[in-house]
């Protein structure tokens, strides 16, 4: 079964750092871009960060560059995203998400198909 | 950023009926356009992409049509599974930016 489970999640202090998993199963993780989505209790969602297949490229949401890294480990089929300096408004349930980037006319185009349950992120003192 | 904005924000229907949903975007985008559907307690799911693609195994009742700016969802009749938050996303360039999302209801 094609299969992506988050782990990591928990409650932190401002100014602290939290390190989430996404565990990949069930396809060959190192032919697809991944993703991390967000969403802030009852709002909507929110991308968050990207890495290619081969993690040589990574971009971001504005409001957490420089504060968090993706990374991938296609070694062990999972994706990362380390948080730093934490702020109450990265308050959120994180999904991971598959890419499936379908090509037309030599075109790329971004297909989240497969999402996580979420991991829960709680910043406050 | 590309900013997406959504139409109606919430909306009533019944059983049957065609509801439609749209979508702007503050700058031309082409057809890099994707919608997901959210039921409560659930992670999105991809309804559509590349604007009118449908995904596999989404029912044919859901079409995506627009391009550039303006964009729309269509559910040509309306089933009670369908009672969802909708939500648009462009890729076409970063930020990936969503909309705000359409609730839908059963009136």
């Known amino acids: 079964e094609v299969q992506l489970l988050e782990s990591g999640g928990g409650l932190v202090q401002p100014g602290g750092s939290l390190r989430l998993s996404c565990a990949a199963s069930?396809?060959?993780?190192?032919?697809?871009?991944m993703s991390w989505v967000r969403q802030a209790p009852g709002k909507g969602l929110e991308w968050v960060a990207n890495i290619r297949q081969d993690g040589s490229k990574t971009y971001y949401v504005d409001s957490v560059k420089g504060r968090f890294t993706i990374s991938r480990d296609n070694a062990k089929n999972s994706l990362y995203l380390q948080m730093n300096s934490l702020r109450a408004e990265d308050t959120a349930l994180y999904y991971c998400?598959?890419?499936?980037?379908?090509?037309?006319?030599?075109?790329?185009?971004?297909?989240?198909?497969?999402w996580g349950q979420g991991t829960v992120v709680t910043v406050s003192s | 950023a590309i900013q997406m904005t959504q139409s109606p924000s919430s909306l009533s229907a019944s059983v049957g009926d065609r509801v439609t949903i749209t979508c702007r975007a503050s700058?031309?985008?082409?057809?890099?356009l994707g919608w997901y559907q959210q039921k409560p307690g659930k992670a999105p799911k991809l309804l559509i992409y590349a604007a009118s693609t449908l995904q596999s195994g989404v029912p044919s009742r859901f079409t995506g049509s627009g391009s550039g700016t303006d964009f729309t969802l269509t559910i040509s009749s309306l089933q009670p599974e369908d009672l969802a938050t909708y939500f648009c996303l462009q890729d076409y360039n970063y930020p990936r930016t969503f909309g705000q999302g359409t609730k839908v209801e059963l009136k």
């Open positions: 069930g396809f060959t993780f190192s032919n697809y871009w």
């Open positions: 700058q031309g985008i082409r057809n890099d």
């Open positions: 998400a598959r890419d499936q980037t379908p090509q037309y006319s030599g075109v790329f185009y971004d297909a989240f198909d497969i």
